[in-house]
């Protein structure tokens, strides 16, 4: 069974472009996460997923970044217009309906110059 | 509210030493606690959980933790370290009530192992 995975695995944009990461969960898996580790602290929940629906956004820090799923597969995070605050490394994590464990992908470095 | 706080943002020990990484959480209700490691290059890996079953947890490579409500501890030891553990250690904690819910993390410890 393939794991999560997430494209790319590493972004060098300036500030102010525009970056799309993208995440493919477990296959079967109607949970899907987003977190983000910004450097030097704790990971961070941004939002969740439940098949194509946003169960919890609360962690999403503005309105500068748009998480879709289109069809509950999988699922893409945009930033737009980039800032240097943004850079960290971006994880996505996924979960089957009944289990509470999360299966988290090898992350997204993104660096804003 | 949920939280998790992890002492020694670093710690090293000698290979074959007793390796030991503390973590403390803050919940208002009954918590599912995790303890994820993250080696170089790679993504996320659980380790172990506890969800409200036996207080001592087994997991991978021979760690364990014990849940101690009366502490709010969840320490994570193994007996005998190898330099293959060399990696970054977080401890993790989300609601018991809710199996999809979101997991919140402690900021991390490196494990360094000294030959």
């Known amino acids: 069974e393939a794991g999560v995975t997430q494209f790319p695995s590493h972004s060098v944009i300036e500030k102010g472009q525009t970056v799309t990461l993208r995440c493919d969960p477990i296959s079967g898996h109607d949970n899907l996460y987003w977190y983000r580790r910004v450097m030097g602290k704790e990971i961070k929940f941004l939002l969740h997923?439940?098949?194509?629906?946003?169960?919890?956004e609360s962690g999403m820090p503005n309105n500068r970044f748009l998480a879709e799923r289109t069809g509950g597969t999988y699922s893409t995070l945009k930033v737009q217009p980039a800032e240097l605050e943004d850079s960290g490394v971006y994880f996505c994590?996924?979960?089957?309906?009944?289990?509470?464990?999360?299966?988290f992908g090898p992350g997204t470095r993104l660096t804003v110059t | 509210a949920q939280s998790v706080t992890q002492l020694g943002s670093h710690v090293s020990v000698s290979e074959g030493a007793l390796v030991l990484l503390r973590c403390n959480y803050s919940?208002?209700?009954?918590?599912?606690l995790f303890w994820y490691v993250q080696y170089p290059n790679q993504g996320l890996q659980l380790l172990l959980k506890?969800?409200?079953?036996?207080?001592l947890v087994k997991g991978i490579n021979d760690f364990e933790a014990e849940f101690k409500k009366s502490e709010t501890s969840f320490h994570l030891t193994k007996p005998s370290a190898h330099m293959s553990d060399a990696a970054e250690y977080f401890c993790?904690?989300?609601?018991?009530?809710?199996?999809?819910?979101?997991?919140?993390f402690g900021s991390g410890t490196r494990l360094s192992i000294r030959p």
């Open positions: 994590a996924s979960s089957s309906y009944l289990k509470s464990e999360q299966y």
């Open positions: 993790a904690v989300s609601d018991e009530y809710s199996s999809a819910s979101k997991i919140i």
């Open positions: 997923f439940v098949k194509e629906s946003k169960q919890d």
């Open positions: 506890y969800t409200s079953a036996a207080t």
């Open positions: 919940s208002s209700v009954p918590p599912y």
